[in-house]
């Protein structure tokens, strides 16, 4: 069956602009996670959804990030006046009921370059 | 605080030698998992294993096989007779929290040569 995909795969933006990366889960898993990786660096937790609810935003560096998942399926994690430290691969995952218990399945990124 | 430690940044092998990644983890959390992913130069994380706080036995899955000991916090990752296909960054992880966010430590790049 298809993995998690993520879109776009790379994305170069000019600070100060808005971004928008999607991520399309594994069919059927409820929870999904978003991860920030900076360059050799391991990946960092941002936000948890279970279903259409954001269960855990701790993650979230500031306001100017936000995510959303309307449908319980596909997730947007918009990005607004975008910064230079914000250059990093955006990491989506998605696993089947969430929690700890649970094995999370990763996509393969977003690299996001804000120039 | 919740914390993981991959103490070897990076580690080059030549084909067939034996190579063991270190991990260790620090958590207050008395139920806890543990998890290797590996990250080809492609980028995506490969899930690898997942291994629960009250499960200590070791487990080998062709050659791979990892050794989990509670007593020094460690879930070490050994690859036997390795290949140039193992040439990844892997990276060990610890759940964060009953939501099951994870906490990552900083990988270690394994290089294995011809």
């Known amino acids: 069956g298809a993995g998690v995909s993520q879109t776009p795969s790379n994305k170069v933006t000019e600070k100060g602009k808005y971004v928008e990366l999607r991520c399309d889960p594994i069919?059927?898993?409820?929870?999904l996670y978003w991860y920030r990786q900076s360059l050799g660096q391991g990946p960092e937790f941002l936000i948890y959804?279970?279903?259409?609810?954001?269960?855990?935003d701790s993650g979230l560096p500031n306001d100017r990030f936000f995510a959303v998942r309307p449908e319980g399926s596909v997730s947007t994690l918009k990005i607004q006046r975008t910064e230079r430290g914000d250059s990093a691969v955006y990491l989506c995952?998605?696993?089947?009921?969430?929690?700890?218990?649970?094995?999370?399945?990763f996509g393969p990124g977003t690299r996001l370059t804000v120039l | 605080a919740q914390k993981v430690t991959q103490a070897q940044t990076e580690i080059s092998v030549v084909e067939k030698e034996d190579v063991t990644l270190d991990c260790v983890y620090e958590?207050?959390?008395?139920?806890?998992?543990l998890f290797w992913y590996k990250q080809p130069p492609s980028g995506e994380l490969v899930f690898l294993i997942r291994r629960n706080s009250f499960d200590e036995q070791n487990e080998i899955s062709g050659r791979y096989s990892w050794n989990f000991q509670k007593s020094t916090s460690s879930f070490n990752f050994t690859i036997t007779a390795s290949q140039v296909v193992d040439s990844a960054v892997y990276f060990c992880?610890?759940?964060?929290?009953?939501?099951?966010?994870?906490?990552f430590g900083k990988g270690t790049k394994l290089s294995v040569k011809p």
């Open positions: 069919s059927g898993h409820t929870a």
């Open positions: 992880a610890l759940t964060g929290g009953s939501q099951g966010n994870l906490i």
């Open positions: 995952a998605s696993s089947l009921y969430g929690g700890k218990t649970d094995t999370q399945y």
């Open positions: 959804f279970q279903g259409t609810g954001a269960a855990d």
């Open positions: 958590t207050r959390d008395t139920t806890y998992y």
